[in-house]
Every structure is written in C-alpha cells, then in structure tokens.
C-alpha cells in the first residue's frame, strides 16, 4: 500500500465498473460528494495502482485504487445537560433511548446538542475507540429515528460490542409504518446498499454497493398502511428505508425515499428501534433491552387506524 496515510488508515478498493471517472468512483467508495473527492484528488491523496491520477481519470476493471481521506479537523466537544432517556447502564455499558430528531455524534452543521453532548454529561465514561468525535459509540441511528443505541464505557466494552454487531449476533429489531398494503405476510431483502449515484446524500440499492440484509413481518395491517417487524442482519446507512422502499412500501414520513408530503402527521419518518438484544461485554450474559413506543408514532398508528394498546400488542408479538 502506497497511499500516504498520514491523515490516517488509507481506503484500499478495487474499481468495479470499467470506463467509471475516478472521482465518481472515489465518491461511491468512501462515501463522499464528487466536489469533495476531487479536491482530496487534486491533493494527490488518491492513487491508482500506486500511482497519482487526475479526477477526469477512467477506471479499469480491477484497477487498484488507494484513497486517504483527510483527518477532520479537532473540534472540542462540550457535554451539555440534555434530557436522556437511559434504559439501562452500569461500568462497561449504557443503553440509550434516542428520541426522534437527536443526531447521534457531532458532525458538520451539528456541532451540539447531539447524543454524545447529552452523553458526556451524564454518563461517567465512553470508550476512546471511536475517536474524539465519536467517543462510545458503538453504531448509530439516523436523526429523524428514534429508539435503542448501546455506547460503550470503556475499550474492552467496545470492542465486544463491536465484534457481535460485525458477526450478526447482536439482534436489533424496529418497527416501521411503511405506505401501501404489503401483500406477503414476511420475507427478507438481500440487497447491496451504496451511495446513490445522482444524490450523493441519498443511499440505493446498487450492484456496486456493500451487501445488506434486511429481514421484515407484517405485525398489522391498516389498509393504506402497515406496521411490519424489520430485523436487521446488516447495519448499512439507511438501510431498512432503502430496502422497504425498494420494495414499493417506504416508512411513512420518509420524505427522502417516499412521497414527498409526509402523512399522518408524521414530521420524520414513522421508524423506531424497539429491541435490541446482546452479550454483556463483561459477563456474558445474553440481555434484551426494549424502548416504548414514542408519541409521534403512536399517533400515527391512531390516524392510520390502531385503537388497542400497542405494548401489550409487541410484547405479545415479540414474545416477552
């Protein structure tokens, strides 16, 4: 590996579109907007096949491609007194009910008020794993999702949790109100997920993309609406939107991959991770930690017709 990896551990890939620009292809791979890539381009910061090349560049098949993304700049995070909702904690771990609207880590046009902010406030300690900007957490959900996120206390914690999430043993199950009557009772979505190739802010369903699976179960059915069981195997960005809504059934509220004019109320999408089951870090112990319902999405499930009450409905559901 020849990439200069000053700013940290270069991204190493292999090009999968033959005749595909450099810069279109860096953006896919690391995640990035084209304008960004180029610019890290123009700072020879990319190489193919060990050596630098323009952003205009076409790719081969198989061609190489070293990609060092500059380290973002030192920002100072401050722990701020946000109300959170801590379903459970001791010295190598915490589980967080997130509320819809809390972005998980400080990040550009985000720099307070997030999970972490409230987290450092009330929590004694979090791992240094995920760096200065991240420290404690261990997997994220979107801003406009709410429910279950564990973060890790210390490095040993993280690096147990991590590893289950990697392997697929860590169970994390949401509740999603999608649009449209689906017709199959269940099934599983087994999809590659990558960056949208017209909007850099959007993920796709995409054969260049990294594999994600997704598998999902009626719970009840409302007509225009159904409330379905997701159960992640994968943990790709926006994944359970992007496959539900490859299916003709996005979450309702997702004004980014469904109609553009949110229903039933909904200022987000009706998504909520409501269990999540895993190893103590410590002992061993297999633990199963659940979040309520919260208010947006049971006033959805009001409108779209749901009159009973929805926990005794998912305990029944989930088993407990």
């Excluded at 997920?193 to 598998?215: F, P, Q």
Aim: net charge positive; glycine share 10%; charged share 20%.
């Amino acid at each position: 590996m020849t990439c200069d990896a000053q700013t940290g551990q270069p991204l190493l890939a292999a090009a999968d579109l033959a005749g595909e620009r450099l810069d279109v292809f860096c953006a896919r791979t690391a995640g990035q907007t084209r304008a960004q890539m180029q610019r890290v381009i123009e700072s020879a910061a990319v190489q193919v096949n060990g050596q630098p090349a323009k952003a205009n560049h076409k790719l081969k098949l198989g061609d190489s491609v070293c990609i060092a993304l500059p380290a973002p700049a030192p920002v100072d995070i401050a722990p701020e007194d946000i109300p959170l909702s801590i379903i459970y904690e001791d010295a190598d771990m915490a589980v967080i009910d997130k509320p819809q609207g809390m972005v998980v880590h400080p990040a550009a046009g985000n720099a307070g008020g997030t999970l972490v902010n409230a987290a450092l406030y009330h929590l004694k300690d979090l791992s240094g794993i995920g760096g200065e900007m991240r420290p404690g957490i261990v997997h994220r959900i979107d801003k406009l999702t709410s429910g279950l996120i564990v973060m890790a206390k210390n490095d040993v914690a993280h690096q147990s949790l991590s590893a289950q999430l990697k392997a697929h043993t860590a169970r994390r199950t949401y509740l999603a109100l999608v649009e449209g009557n689906i017709k199959q009772e269940e099934g599983t979505v087994n999809a590659p997920i990558g960056r949208h190739r017209l909007d850099r802010k959007k993920m796709a369903v995409t054969s260049g993309g990294r594999a994600a699976i997704t598998h999902w179960r009626v719970l009840m059915r409302y007509g225009d609406f159904t409330l379905v069981e997701a159960r992640l195997e994968t943990g790709r960005t926006h994944q359970i939107r992007v496959h539900l809504a490859s299916l003709g059934h996005p979450v309702a509220g997702d004004t980014v991959y469904g109609p553009a004019k949110p229903k039933l109320g909904l200022k987000g999408q009706a998504l909520h991770a409501a269990r999540l089951t895993l190893r103590h870090p410590r002992t061993g112990e297999e633990m199963t930690f659940a979040a309520p319902v919260p208010g947006h999405f049971l006033s959805a499930l009001k409108r779209a017709g749901y009159t009973g009450d929805i926990e005794a409905f998912l305990r029944q559901s989930f088993g407990e």
